[in-house]
């Protein structure tokens, strides 16, 4: 396999990295960088970081993760956010540790319910923010993970990182895993030809992997993924999920234009591209704008609405009476 | 009324659905079998997830009907908790 980290990439613009992945040869990581500058979306460092823990276990060779000396300027956020002891790599950077951490959420794995919930504790310190912008970052962070710790199936849990990026205002939160991919998931309760078919029933409020009753089980309530697209789209944010050969973005509403929030994701303003590398597992990266966030309460009302309607819509459907003749 | 003190199991940011199942079956459930009523308090609790209220609840309104809620009352809720607690309630019926 081989990475290229770019000058920049980011939600927005993600498409030309990921289909720049090469998943050939999965014994072997080789990864390579921009000479000059390196910016990029956490979810990309939870990528790299998800791909050489897969590789570190698959491969028979002694050193299988390969990366090209970085010389970037920004080259020190790499270490400081922990992605070359990850790879289990010596990146020859010294990190003085009297300097700023800056404000972000270092790259943890997580694979059991008891670590996430210790991680949630211990992460929100780390962002210095508001504690009005810290529940939705909370909330997004532990129905993700929780999904990939009951869907995924994923030996290595989740990879998870953020960051705050004070110019824009905005929190960017990456969560990867390498597990069974939504597909697979969601095929064990519904019908879905296509991965993109797959996306599509995840994000749709009521419907989970776990059943195919109506407002899930006593456990699942498949709202988790809904949730977190609503949240992403009332603030006007970007929202990308990636499961096998399909990429959904959530593309960010105009300023001043009244949102509505809708049951089907293909009815969002998103893009869609079916022709990815195939990723063995689920991708997710969101980005909360701290300027534009809405109070958390009257954010929830509006995705109460569209939820409970939604799925009594559904169940009116699926309704019979009896015939009689 | 048996009151239930959420804090102390689950913390003040109440993620965890595993223990949501746990107080459900192993706390709330007993109460109503005998024909009792709980109190369930979320004193010092800042916020809830959607997933903890539906592993917490779900199952008592799909086992017990609706009337559940004349039986399973909720005390110091912030709006966060009250609006999650909400959706989920709305959802079942």
Known sequence: ?325 | MNIIKLHPIVGSFAENKDKARDIRLNTILPILEKGGSAVLDFENIDSITQSFAHALLSDLIRNYGIDVLDRVIFSNCNETTKRIIETVVDYMQ
């Open chain 1, 1 to 325: 396999m081989k990475i290229h980290l770019p000058n920049s990439s980011f939600l927005g613009n993600i498409n030309s990295f990921l289909k720049s992945i090469d998943i050939s040869k999965e014994d072997v990581l080789e990864i390579t960088s921009n000479e000059k500058w390196i910016s990029v979306h956490p979810v990309i460092v939870c990528l790299v970081a998800s791909l050489g823990l897969e590789v570190r276990q698959r491969s028979k060779l002694s050193n299988p993760i390969i990366c090209q000396k970085f010389t970037a300027a920004s080259k020190h956020y790499f270490e400081r956010i922990g992605l070359f002891k990850f790879l289990g790599l010596d990146s020859e950077m010294r990190i003085n540790s009297h300097e700023s951490a800056g404000r972000f959420i270092p790259l943890t794995q997580i694979s059991e319910s008891m670590k996430l919930t210790k991680f949630i504790e211990d992460m929100v310190p780390l962002l210095h923010l508001d504690p009005k912008n810290v529940k939705p970052i909370k909330y997004i962070i532990s129905e993700l993970v929780r999904n990939v710790l009951e869907h995924s199936q994923s030996i290595n849990g989740a990879v998870v990182c953020a960051q705050y990026y004070s110019k824009s205002n905005t929190i960017r939160i990456g969560i990867v895993d390498s597990g069974v991919g939504i597909t697979k998931t969601i095929r064990k309760s519904h019908i879905a030809h296509t991965d993109l078919d797959a996306i599509q029933l995840a994000l749709t409020p009521g419907i989970t992997g776990t059943t195919s009753k109506e407002g899930g089980t006593e456990y699942n309530a498949g709202a988790g993924l809904f949730f977190i697209k609503s949240i992403a789209k009332i603030n006007r944010d970007f929202f990308i999920i990636y499961s096998g050969n399909t990429l959904y973005k959530l593309l960010r509403e105009k300023d001043g234009k009244i949102i509505h929030l809708f049951s089907n994701p293909l009815d969002d303003k998103h893009s869609k591209d079916i022709t990815m590398p195939i990723w063995n597992g689920t991708v997710v990266g969101v980005d909360i704008n701290l300027n534009e966030t809405e109070e958390f309460t009257s954010l929830l009302d509006q995705i109460r609405n569209i939820y409970t309607n939604s799925v009594r819509e559904r169940k009116k459907d699926k309704y019979k009476k009896p015939k009689f003749i």
